[in-house]
């Protein structure tokens, strides 16, 4: 898939998932440098994909997700970012981030290529939004054609419901 930024268009490489595929698996690292994988996590998830957190939009995307959080209880919201993993704790401790957790691809860009959303020529994700149920199975998926626009946030949210 092409996608673009500013425009320009941009190489993605892994594999696409599409709705009612099984979440595949990824290792990144979180906040403490420790690995992390889809077993860590459980319930209804949304794993949000952001060329970088300290860009206005990934920021503006952010901030909007973790105050939807608050009124979702049930449903755990992640950020995967290249970012760092200090940089990224550092963004969220000075925008007041507090229910979304961000972990980084930074390492092995596993997350990246195993949902087709790693761009080849910058060497960051994409803008993308991720819907898994109870089960792994993947509910709802959006992929952004064009990396500076924010997603669409009522239908991520509707599709955890």
Known sequence: MKVTFQGNPLTLEGTQVKVGDTAPDFTVVDNDLNPFKLSDTKG????LTVPSLDTPVCDTEVRRFNQE?????DVTIYTISMDLPFAQGRW?????????KTVSDYKDREFGKNYGVYIKELGLLSRAVFVIDENNKIVYVEYLNEVTEE?????ALDALK
Request: charged share 35%; glycine share 18%.
């Open 69 to 73: 959080a608050a009124k979702l209880g």
């Open 92 to 100: 969220c401790g000075g925008a007041g981030i507090d229910k979304v």
């Open 151 to 155: 997603p669409d946030y009522d239908k």
């Open 44 to 47: 209804k998830r949304v794993f």
